[in-house]
Structures are given as C-alpha cells and as structure tokens.
C-alpha cells in the first residue's frame, strides 16, 4: 500500500508540470494561436527560476523570475505571429530552438550548483491518515494551486463575459472585430499568459521537480504538454486529467524499475512518449470528433482588413 501511495503522490507531482503548461497553451489555443515553443519557454524558465532560486533562496521569487521569462518570450513570438503574421508554426519551432540554445548558454554556470534544503508540505490533520495522507496531502502548493487553476479557467471559459470574448476571438476573430472587440490585442495578452504559466511549469521543474539544472532538463514535456491540449479537446477539466495519466505513465517506469521488473529501461524510459503518440492516433481517427471541439480559427492568421 505505500508504494502505492507514493506512486500517487508522485504522479500527482509528475502531473502537475504538465497540467500548468498545458492549461497556459490551452489559453493560447482558445484565443486562436497555436505556439509550439513551448519547450523552448520551459527551459528558459527553469534556469532563469534555478538561477533566481540560487541567488535568493526564494521559491516565490523563482517562480516569478520563471513566469516572466516564460512571459517574454511568449511576447516576442506574439508580436511576430499576430502583428507581423509570420507562420505560427515555424515561428514556434524557432522559439523552441531558442529556447534549447539560449538556456544551455546561459545556464553552463550553474550546472555545479545546488540549491539549499527543500522545504517539506503537508497539510496538518490530514497529512496523518494512513495511505491517503501520503498520497494526496503532502505536496507542494503549487500541486494544488493547478487543480484551482483547472477549475478557476474552467469558469473563466465558460461562466464569464471576457471568457466568452476569448473563445469568440478563437473562433471567429472576424465576427468579433466586427463586434467591437480588439482581436490582436486579446490574443497577445492570452498568448502572453499562456507563456507566463509555461514558465511557472518550468521553474516547477528546475525548483521544484528536480531541484537542479541540467541541460534539456524539460525532456520532452513541453511537446507532451502540446499533445495533451489537444488529447483533452480544449477543455481544463479534461487537461488536468489527462496531465495526471501522462504523469502516472511516466513515473511508473520508476515504480516498475523500483520493484525489480525486468523490462529493458529503455522501453521505461520511451513509455511517456509512446502513450503520448498513441493517445493521439486514437483521437484522430475520428476527425469529426476533433472538428466540433477545436477552435475554428486555431492557426489562422487574422487580417482586420479582411
């Protein structure tokens, strides 16, 4: 029962990068815009959070210093996709070789370092009942702090005015122009908040996740985080979800190598991987399904002239 336990807890701490990331790209994609630097965006912002972390001891303060590299960036390519109507794809790729590049500069200093003692969370009364306690009550709160991200964007999509203004702009940004509303300046800001909680995903992970900075430390999860916006069909609940399977999938290979199974290691190790693909062949044999949910204009450049 405690490796069970702890199997959870560490696919609950697993899911939560992915969660954080995909919930900032579902942002992104609601608003019409899709960004595949995301990777790029994380990396940048682990090491401008580990390098925050190492000179201040402040956790706050890292996860600031993440958001806003993550934020800037997001910046850049927003002014190049929507106001210069440069491809987002392409674009998106260059940001993520940026990324890769620019962090593996920038953090050959810090390669050595360490940062001070982790603090320990728990939550007082209910961190001591025996498997649940383990399992759901000792995290960090940035692990709960993405279930109320799921939950407080579910509402902003659905039960308010500006997420109403949101998906209108996602799904017809000439009827929303039409409207009144100012469709370019509504996408930069959710492309830029969706790049801020990239960043925080990312500083999660060089703070948090892994308290270090390794070269290409992301490994992967910002594509992960991209697959599972559209594994979810646009929708928080769904991302949350599907971001604790793609944790569970990933941290079993530790479980499993733990507990002696042979199977080759490199198997293990593709298995996050392997599921992601998967997941998303399933999804597109039925391209209607995919169709009904996705934003209409996802990836379209907008003209106001038009």
């Known amino acids: ?3 069970i336990a702890l199997l ?5 701490n697993a899911g939560t990068v992915l969660a954080i990331a995909a919930l900032g790209l579902l942002i992104n994609e609601r608003a019409g815009v899709v960004n595949l630097g995301a990777e790029g965006m994380m990396l940048v912002a682990a090491i401008a959070g580990f390098a925050t972390a190492v000179h201040t001891g402040s956790d706050t303060l890292a996860f600031a210093a993440g958001a806003g590299a993550g ?3 997001a910046l850049a390519f927003g002014v190049l996709v929507i106001w210069l109507n440069t491809n987002q794809y392409a674009t998106g790729l260059a940001l993520s070789l940026f990324g890769a590049g620019f962090s593996a500069f920038v953090g050959i200093g810090y390669t050595q370092e360490k940062l001070s003692e ?3 969370f728990e939550i007082p009364g209910l961190a001591d009942i025996p498997f649940v306690g383990p399992a759901l009550f000792k995290h960090h709160p940035m692990v709960y702090l993405a279930i109320l991200l799921a939950g407080g964007l579910a509402w ?3 039960r308010s005015r500006a997420g109403l203004v949101l998906r209108a702009v996602g799904e017809s940004p000439e009827s929303a122009h039409a409207l009144g509303y100012p469709v370019r300046r509504i996408r930069l800001l959710a492309v830029t908040v969706g790049g801020a909680l990239c960043g925080v995903a990312g500083a999660y992970i060089s703070v948090v996740y892994t308290p270090l900075w390794v070269e290409g430390m992301i490994a992967g999860k910002g594509w ?3 697959a599972l916006t559209t594994f979810a069909t646009w929708r928080p609940a769904r991302v949350l979800l599907g971001a604790y399977l793609f944790g569970g999938v990933t941290m079993l290979q530790f479980h499993l190598q733990g507990q002696g199974v042979q199977i080759a290691s490199q198997f293990l190790t593709m298995l996050p991987y392997l599921a992601t693909i998967v997941v998303l062949v399933l999804i597109s044999r039925n391209p209607t399904w995919i169709r009904v949910n ?3 204009s ?5 003209y106001p002239g038009s």
């Open 1 to 3: 029962m405690d490796a």
């Open 8 to 12: 959870i807890a560490a696919t609950m």
């Open 71 to 73: 934020a800037v960036l």
């Open 118 to 120: 982790r603090p320990r």
């Open 156 to 158: 902003f999509l659905y």
């Open 224 to 226: 992960i985080a991209l």
């Open 294 to 296: 996705m934003p209409a």
């Open 298 to 302: 996802l990836g379209k450049p907008f």
